[in-house]
């Protein structure tokens, strides 16, 4: 369906999950989670090392949006972070919300939390603490985030990537804990960072196939009466990129890489530029220490790691599938190197549209093309 003709469809209310529009402004309509509206439906990706944090998300919050801070080595900036990295990272998540709540007072801002992070539910207990609107949770099933968030107001998602994984979720949490998701998130294969999928589904899955994953992962939570809003991620860029999946059933999307470069993004303007400079061709798949791939921008480093070169100095406690004697390097190091600026001593995650970036941009600029 061509964009003029979705936006028509939109604007007289007939897509799916009943999409109406402010007609003054052409808005779409609100995305809501229980008691929590956002005013435009996009959720903004949780980037880990240090690339949302509080400056980033409290823009996307205050421009109507949903702001996501991640909770991946959030302390690193600490002193004391290489000595004692679990207690500055736990006492980090509480300041970045704190600072996202001063400068996004009436905005809805939460945080992801990978299920693979050691120290897990401490740090889900944390962002409950300090106030998180709602907690997404991906890189493994987050079958007991209920009994973490139990007697809370914050909201929680799991993030999917199939039809199977959110049916095993959805039914462990409704016998289990007499609990249905708020929202859920489904992932896709063109998402940056580490990714749900094998070598061989990257290579087979093009956008058109898992548009069926999509559609499936929709119609089951219909099926199972879920009541819950479907939010699609993973290659998500413009707006009509938004209308393709609004028509398909979801009721919002969420981006990462696109909130990449912009103004208010807590990475460093080099890391910013990297994403600027990279071609089509410069976005591949790696293999990262913590056994899954992720989709990165080629660099030194991973040439670098490719020869054979060995950077494994010391253990961040991060993830708990990392084995540090035969790592080739600390993804937690590499991580911070890159968003601190030292891209040639750095990975530099990305999703598989950061090529398209052809300048630094605003989260109002951003969150503006998404509504009109």
């Keep these: 369906?061509?964009?003029?003709?979705?936006?028509?469809?939109?604007?007289?209310?007939?897509?799916?999950?009943?999409?109406?529009?402010?007609?003054?402004?052409?808005?779409?309509?609100?995305?809501?989670?229980?008691?929590?509206?956002?005013?435009?439906?996009?959720?903004?990706?949780?980037?880990?090392?240090?690339?949302?944090?509080?400056?980033?998300?409290?823009?996307?919050?205050?421009?109507?949006?949903?702001?996501?801070?991640?909770?991946?080595?959030?302390?690193f900036r600490d002193k004391e972070f290489a000595r004692k990295p679990l207690e500055c990272n736990l006492k980090a998540v509480h300041q970045e919300i704190q600072k996202a709540r001063a400068l996004a007072p009436k905005g809805i801002i939460g945080v992801n939390i990978m299920v693979a992070t050691q120290h897990y539910e401490e740090y889900v207990k944390a962002a409950v603490e300090a106030g998180a609107d709602c907690i997404i949770s991906g890189a493994g099933l987050p079958m007991d985030l209920p009994a973490l968030t139990k007697e809370s107001h914050t909201k929680i998602a799991p993030i999917v990537s199939s039809k199977k994984a959110l049916y095993i979720i959805a039914k462990y949490w409704m016998k289990k804990y007499n609990r249905k998701p708020?929202?859920?998130?489904?992932?896709?294969?063109?998402?940056?960072?580490?990714?749900?999928?094998?070598?061989?589904?990257?290579?087979?899955?093009?956008?058109?196939?898992?548009?069926?994953?999509?559609?499936?992962?929709?119609?089951?939570?219909?099926?199972?009466?879920?009541?819950?809003?479907?939010?699609?991620?993973?290659?998500?860029?413009?707006?009509?990129?938004?209308?393709?999946?609004?028509?398909?059933?979801?009721?919002?999307?969420?981006?990462?890489?696109?909130?990449?470069?912009t103004k208010e993004c807590d990475a460093s303007d080099a890391y910013k530029q990297a994403y600027i400079n990279a071609s089509e061709e410069d976005i591949v798949i790696v293999n990262s220490p913590v056994g899954m791939p992720g989709r990165a921008i080629h660099n030194a480093f991973l040439d670098k790691v490719k020869a054979g070169e060995r950077f494994m100095r010391g253990c961040r406690q991060c993830i708990k599938t990392c084995k540090p004697a035969t790592a080739p390097y600390?993804?937690?190091?590499?991580?911070?190197?890159?968003?601190?600026?030292?891209?040639?001593?750095?990975?530099?995650?990305?999703?598989?549209?950061?090529?398209?970036?052809?300048?630094?941009?605003?989260v109002a600029e951003i969150m503006e093309e998404f509504t009109l």
Excluded: W
Excluded at 46 to 72: D, Y
Excluded at 239 to 250: I, K
Excluded at 331 to 351: K, M, P, S, W, Y
């Design 330 to 362: 600390c993804i937690t190091e590499a991580l911070i190197n890159a968003v601190e600026g030292r891209l040639d001593e750095g990975l530099i995650f990305c999703g598989q549209n950061a090529y398209r970036a052809q300048r630094i941009e605003t």
């Design 182 to 261: 708020d929202f859920i998130v489904v992932e896709g294969p063109l998402a940056g960072g580490h990714l749900g999928f094998s070598r061989e589904d990257l290579n087979r899955l093009t956008p058109q196939i898992y548009d069926e994953e999509v559609k499936a992962i929709i119609d089951c939570a219909k099926e199972m009466e879920l009541d819950a809003p479907v939010i699609v991620a993973g290659g998500v860029y413009t707006r009509e990129d938004m209308l393709h999946y609004l028509e398909m059933g979801a009721s919002g999307v969420q981006l990462g890489t696109r909130f990449v470069t």
């Design 1 to 75: 369906m061509q964009t003029q003709e979705l936006e028509s469809k939109v604007f007289q209310g007939e897509v799916p999950h009943g999409k109406e529009v402010n007609s003054k402004n052409k808005s779409l309509k609100k995305l809501r989670i229980g008691d929590l509206c956002a005013r435009v439906p996009v959720i903004q990706g949780g980037m880990g090392v240090g690339v949302s944090l509080s400056g980033l998300a409290s823009a996307v919050a205050n421009a109507g949006g949903i702001g996501i801070i991640s909770t991946a080595q959030i302390g």
